[in-house]
């Protein structure tokens, strides 16, 4: 476990929740619009229920690192570069 | 050459540094072929000044990072077997672990040595192993440290913590400082549109900030020397360049210190943006508490702004305290506090400062240097 920033910092905070998502959505291959996903195959990876997942996609939207398109009648989410690019921090 | 990113695939150093060195081996008439996964817009294979870049995609997925990490590395080799039937290597080389997998194969398969590069380790970068995934990245790179014939890195202090922690032979490990293209740096910059974009007004100070929003980058340090900078400059603004997955949390400490409207967090920008940045800046800070070699510092020298740094790692290396830059304690806003005032409190002596590195940047740090001592490396793999 990551430390608690207040106690004394060494290793930051923990990885927030819409931010593990983001990681999942890129390493299951949702980096472009043609691997978008909708929120039901997302659930399906993640295990997440899709109440939470659209409050968590709701706000990556509005940071733009994911965006959605209108495919088969649906929304379906995908990274964008910034989105990709911020899951590649935490590793590199 | 084996790495997880390649421009336009750009995380942090790794990239830049396969693509300058990649490109200085081709400009020294060697065959570089870089294996790299691939990015949305960018060719599967491509060839970028001379260097061949083949981009292959990870056709299956799963959202637990090493499980994709091994997924990825399936489809590398996969690729490097195709690739591997039309040329013929001498020598495989692999930066960081997220490549080893592939790397170590192919080294067996091919019956060639394998150089690797470790840019960082796990347990610096995580500042201590705090979970499963961390132990076992750890582990990767101590087999793939073992595995390899020869092991560079890019300063003394990271040869010392990789021989000490992966109990590697001395002998085994090479040093290659990183370099930066200084042509990049040579354009001319409206300093004040530059500013004024950035929303520093005149006679205004820019203390500026650039690297990943991560624990690792110790930006929560420079958040916290603000207030104590703007009691003797109320007129600074502070700008912080780059994105990571702390950034929330560094917002908010910026909030919390009462100068928040002060901080701008411009997210991630372009190449371009950051040396018109570097180059309109009136000081640069680099606080990071873990810094392996830390490129960001020489792109400072090359466009000419007084760098304040951290005396940590690779750091420690690049700079002379007062005569190329600045140093002050890593985790210390006070200290930070202090290099920045003896900075903007002395004009003369910052340009002094930026006279000397520039001239240490040209001597020490170009990529055919690299590309030169990286071949010597390679011979001594080869045998």
């Given at each position: 476990m990551r430390e608690d920033p207040s106690s004394g910092f060494s290793s930051g905070p923990e990885l927030p929740d819409e931010m593990r998502l983001l990681v999942m959505l890129h390493n299951i291959g949702a980096t472009e619009s043609g691997k978008s996903l909708t929120v039901q195959q997302i659930s399906e990876w993640t295990k997440m229920d899709t109440s939470t997942l659209q409050f968590h996609l709701q706000k990556l939207s509005e940071l733009g690192y994911v965006q959605f398109i209108q495919a088969e009648g649906t929304d379906k989410y995908h990274l964008t570069l910034d989105g990709i690019r911020k899951v590649l921090s935490i590793y590199s | 050459m084996l790495s997880w990113e390649f421009p336009p695939r750009v995380v942090g150093g790794i990239a830049r540094h396969c693509e300058g060195l990649a490109k200085a081996l081709v400009s020294d008439n060697h065959d570089v072929h870089v294996v790299t996964l691939d990015f949305p817009g960018s060719p599967g294979y491509e060839e970028m000044e001379g260097v061949k870049v083949y981009r292959t995609a990870t056709e299956l997925g799963h959202p637990n990072f090493l499980t994709w990490v091994l997924l990825f590395n399936h489809f590398l080799e996969k690729r490097m077997a195709d690739i591997s039937q039309q040329v013929e290597f001498d020598v495989l080389h692999v930066h960081d672990w997220l490549t080893a997998f592939a790397g170590i194969s192919f080294k067996h398969y091919l019956k060639k040595p394998m150089v690797l590069t470790v840019h960082s380790t796990e347990i610096g970068r995580a500042q201590g192993l705090h979970s499963a995934d961390s132990f076992s990245i750890d582990g990767i790179e101590w087999w793939v440290a073992y595995e390899a014939s020869r092991v560079v890195v890019t300063s003394h202090s990271m040869k010392r913590e990789i021989c000490d922690h992966f109990h590697l032979p001395w002998d085994k490990v090479d040093v290659i400082p990183n370099a930066i293209d200084?042509?990049?740096?040579k354009a001319s910059v409206d300093r004040g549109a530059v500013r004024a974009r950035y929303g520093v007004g005149w006679g205004e100070k820019l203390v500026l900030c650039v690297g990943r929003l991560v624990p690792q980058k110790g930006i929560e340090y420079f958040i916290r020397a603000v207030h104590i900078i703007a009691q003797r400059y109320p007129e600074a603004k502070f700008t912080i360049v780059g994105d990571g997955w702390s950034r929330d949390y560094l917002e908010s400490v910026a909030q919390s210190t009462g100068h928040g409207w002060k901080i701008l967090f411009t997210g991630f920008i372009s190449d371009a943006d950051v040396i018109a940045l570097m180059a309109s800046a009136d000081v640069l800070v680099i606080p990071s508490i873990y810094e392996p070699f830390g490129i960001v510092a020489l792109e400072g020298m090359a466009a000419g702004v007084p760098v304040v740094a951290s005396q940590v790692g690779g750091l420690a290396e690049v700079i002379e305290h007062d005569r190329t830059g600045i140093f002050v304690h890593p985790r210390n806003p006070e200290s930070i506090a202090w290099g920045v005032d003896r900075i903007l409190s002395n004009p003369d002596h910052a340009r002094w400062l930026t006279q000397n590195a520039r001239e240490k940047l040209h001597k020490t740090y170009s990529w055919e240097a690299v590309a030169m001592k990286t071949v010597e490396v390679y011979k001594k793999a080869v045998g």
């Open positions: - | 200084v042509t990049k740096y």
